[in-house]
T-cell receptor, first 117, second 112 residues
């Protein structure tokens, strides 16, 4: 076990709704990254948060947004859900020093499986 | 063309076999290379982590990186049924805030 926890485990929503997913990072880690993993695909980078600010973003529209809290936990928010948003959403924690990576090793949580009907 | 290519399999081998898993990539700026194991309905688990070219061994697992060919491999010796999982290669640039670029994953089944 990595110490990264995510909630909820599963979620079913309908098109147009909004969803919030939560992540608690591993102790000692200050950076949280979010990934989307569609069925049969590798994880795709959504964005990363460091010191409560977005620190890099992948090719995802603005309706994907996030937050990081002072305790380094994080939320992923998705507005106006679409059928293609159905996927496993993974949170990964790691450590950065300043704006340069110390290790780059990311530890993943178990994921939240989102189904959009 | 994807930045990282990985044969999705499935790959089926008998118990005790040596397994070879591979990825190719197109961006020569990748410097850090990782292999993750993902069991069904679970998050990826880090197996191996290497920097630049060379080999790294950890128990039954050996990771190889050939930057000149843009090719990385993971070898599993004495494969066990518990090794049955999807194996994901991942890589990142120096700096770049830890963003990982993944392959699609290779599904491995080790049969008794």
């Amino acid at each position: 076990e990595t110490g990264v926890t995510q909630s909820p485990t599963h979620l079913i929503k309908t098109r147009g709704q909004q969803v919030t997913l939560r992540c608690s990072s591993q102790s000692g880690h200050n950076t949280v990254s979010w990934y989307q993993q569609a069925l049969g695909q590798g994880p795709q980078f959504i964005f990363q948060y460091y010191r409560e600010e977005e620190n890099g973003r992948g090719n995802f529209p603005p309706r994907f947004s996030g937050l990081q809290f002072p305790n380094y936990s994080s939320e992923l928010n998705v507005n106006a859900l679409e059928l293609d948003d159905s996927a496993l959403y993974l949170c990964a924690s790691s450590t950065l020093r300043g704006q340069r990576a110390k290790m780059g090793t990311q530890y993943f949580g178990p994921g939240t499986r989102l189904t959009v009907l | 063309q994807k930045e990282v290519e990985q044969d999705p399999g499935p790959l089926s081998v008998p118990e005790g076999a040596i397994v070879s898993l591979n990825c190719t990539y197109s961006n020569s700026a990748f410097q850090y290379f990782m292999w993750y194991r993902q069991y069904s309905r679970k998050g990826p688990e880090l197996l191996m982590y290497t920097y630049s070219s060379g080999n790294k061994e950890d128990g039954r697992f050996t990771a190889q990186v050939d930057k000149s060919s843009k090719y990385i491999s993971l070898f599993i010796r004495d494969s066990q049924p518990s090794d049955s999982a999807t194996y994901l290669c991942a890589m990142r640039f120096t700096g770049g805030g830890n963003k990982l670029t993944f392959g699609t994953g290779t599904q491995l089944k080790v049969e008794l």
